[in-house]
T-cell receptor, first 111, second 114 residues
Framework: LAKTTQPISMDSYEGQEVNITCSHNNIATNDYITWYQQFPSQGPRFIIQ???TKVTNEVASLFIPADRKSSTLSLPRVSLSDTAVYYC????????????FGQGTELSVKP | GAGVSQSPSNKVTEKGKDVELRCDPI?????LYWYRQSLGQGLEFLIY????????KSGLPSDRFSAERTGGSVSTLTIQRTQQEDSAVYLCASSLRQGAETQYFGPGTRLLVL
């Protein structure tokens, strides 16, 4: 499974847009890009998944350039409750369901 | 509907004792996964079950760890002769099927080995 690299931590303020970029230079043709969110003392929660271009749902947007070697999770107008660890994962889940988590990005949203 | 549930929520045990951790997946989900998260660390895959297929045990750290899934539903993770380094949060997840599907995680079992 492709290795991912993302910033260890980020700070933001309420109301700002937050963009977290993940590098995955060795992504394979069949790999999808998935982001999970984890609050303290809870299990991770699926946010968004994409293969190419742009995906948007009620929570976030995911931007994937044509070469797919990176992806950017965009959180519009964050609030204090968005303070969490965000994980970027890459894998061909049709071949194996296990998720390989990296370090994640610890996002801290301040008032 | 009900999410993934795990029990116990917390477990304190003495080194050398055996422990059993239970996971109830979402009804109808055929795939079930176990992960481990040590303090301040990311999540580490342990094992997963898909339907009646042989489980993928590639993530189990030692032969002291084993897991069963009975009747395609409830799963039990057993750790024999626990060691202090086994202290972690053990997370269970389920998905509708193996593949590019969302995995739904339970709240975890916090294991402390003294």
């Amino acid at each position: 499974l492709a290795k991912t690299t993302q910033p260890i931590s980020m700070d933001s303020y309420e109301g700002q847009e937050v963009n977290i970029t993940c590098s995955h230079n060795n992504i394979a043709t069949n790999d999808y890009i998935t982001w999970y969110q984890q609050f303290p003392s809870q299990g991770p929660r699926f946010i968004i998944q994409g293969y190419k271009t742009k995906v948007t749902n009620e929570v976030a947007s995911l931007f994937i350039p044509a070469d797919r070697k990176s992806s950017t999770l965009s959180l519009p107008r964050v609030s204090l409750s968005d303070t969490a660890v965000y994980y970027c994962l890459v894998g061909d889940y049709n071949q194996g369901g296990k998720l390989i988590f990296g370090q994640g990005t610890e996002l801290s949203v301040k008032p | 509907g009900a999410g993934v549930s795990q029990s116990p929520s917390n477990k304190v045990t003495e080194k050398g004792k055996d422990v059993e951790l239970r996971c109830d997946p979402i009804s109808g989900h055929t795939a079930l996964y176990w992960y481990r998260q040590s303090l301040g660390q990311g999540l580490e895959f342990l094992i997963y079950f898909q339907g009646n297929s042989a489980p993928d045990k590639s993530g189990l750290p030692s032969d002291r760890f084993s897991a069963e899934r009975t009747g395609g539903s409830v799963s039990t993770l057993t750790i024999q002769r626990t060691q202090q380094e086994d202290s972690a949060v053990y997370l269970c997840a389920s998905s509708l099927r193996q593949g590019a599907e969302t995995q739904y995680f339970g709240p975890g079992t916090r294991l402390l080995v003294l």
